[in-house]
Structures are given as C-alpha cells and as structure tokens.
C-alpha cells in the first residue's frame, strides 16, 4: 500500500532529563503528568562527571525503573553528552522539564533556548503541583543527612537505599 494509510503512526516522546541523585517525588510528579501527555516518555540520567553523586548512576537507574514501573510508557537510560544528542539519536522533538517557582525559571529559559538554538527542540514546562514546590534532590540529602524526616518527599526505596548509604539507619 502507499499514501498516508500505509504510514506507521509516529510515537510522540519526549524526555525528561536530570541527575536523580536521588528520584524524589516531585520529579515523579512531573514524570507521571508527562507520561499522560506523550506516547512515550525518556527519562535519562545525564551523566556529569564534575559532579560526585551520592549515588552511582546505575544505582539511580535502578531507583527510577523502580519509581517509574507502574507507568507502561517511561524509558529509564542514562546518557553521556549533550541532551540534545540524545534527543537527536532517538528522535524526541521535546524535553519536558518540571518548574518549581520564578527562581527556577532564569536557567531554565537560558538552557531551553540554547537547546533551541542548537536543534530546534522544544522545552515544555510543567508547573510543579505546590506540594513540591520546595523540593529538590540536594535538600531531600541534606535533611536526611541531619537525621530529619524525608518520608514524604521520596518513594520507600529510595528513603531506604537514602538512609543505608547516609548510615542515618
Ligand atoms: O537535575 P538537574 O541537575 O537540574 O538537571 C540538569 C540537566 C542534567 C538536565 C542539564 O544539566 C543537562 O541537560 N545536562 C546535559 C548536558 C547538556 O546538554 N548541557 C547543555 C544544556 S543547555
């Protein structure tokens, strides 16, 4: 057959791009709106070698596939490089990134239309639900590093792998 009818529809992706050092519940929050909104949602592990985690990337891809299993539509990968080289070799025309308050958005918007200026790829922003809205990674570690309760901000897996490696048990 030729013509349109004979086309396999495309998949709509995007990517959800971080360092989930570790997954909290304000990215799942983002992670899960994306996942409604696009046929099939990337979420990578950008790998920054300046930067020492608390946890190894594998160890956040574990975290994340975990986090994530209950959505049939979320790829977890990491990438070392460019996100818009990611974008490129897996043909995703967004990212869709979860903006939390006006503070965020100065670095988001330069990152944005540099990714722009590069590829042409598009950066959706999320408005993080108010629950979250002072939520991030380094604050989730720092709390708990105290011995303060995280509980509510990250799946059960993650406080526990969280507290084992912080020997806050
Ligand atoms: O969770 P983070 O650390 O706020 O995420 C930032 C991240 C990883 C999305 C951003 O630093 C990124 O896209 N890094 C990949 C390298 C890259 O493409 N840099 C140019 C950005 S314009």
């Given at each position: 057959?030729t ?28 992670i899960?709106?994306?996942s409604?909104?696009?046929?099939v949602?990337?979420?990578?592990v950008?790998?920054n ?7 190894s ?14 959505y ?18 897996r043909?995703?025309?967004?990212i869709v ?20 200026g ?23 570690k ?24 912080l020997?806050t048990?």
């Amino acid at each position: 057959m030729t013509g349109p009818e004979s086309e396999e529809p495309q998949l709509r992706r995007a990517v959800c791009p971080g360092s989930f050092d570790p997954i909290t519940n304000g990215h799942l929050d983002i992670i899960a709106r994306a996942s409604r909104l696009y046929d099939v949602v990337h979420v990578t592990v950008m790998i920054n070698q300046a930067k020492k985690g608390l946890f190894s990337v594998d160890e956040r891809i574990d975290l994340i596939r975990r986090a994530t299993a209950e959505y049939g539509n979320v790829q977890v990968e990491s990438f070392h490089g460019l996100l818009v080289d990611f974008c490129k070799q897996r043909d995703i025309p967004a990212i869709v990134k979860g903006l939390r308050a006006v503070s965020d958005f100065d670095y988001e918007l330069q990152m944005a239309q540099m990714n722009n200026g590069l590829s042409g790829i598009e950066t959706l922003f999320i408005p993080t639900s108010p629950t979250y809205s002072f939520l991030s990674s380094s604050l989730v570690k720092e709390v708990a590093a105290w011995g303060g309760d995280v509980s509510h901000l990250v799946p059960p897996f993650v406080l526990e792998e969280l507290t084992k490696r912080l020997g806050t048990e």
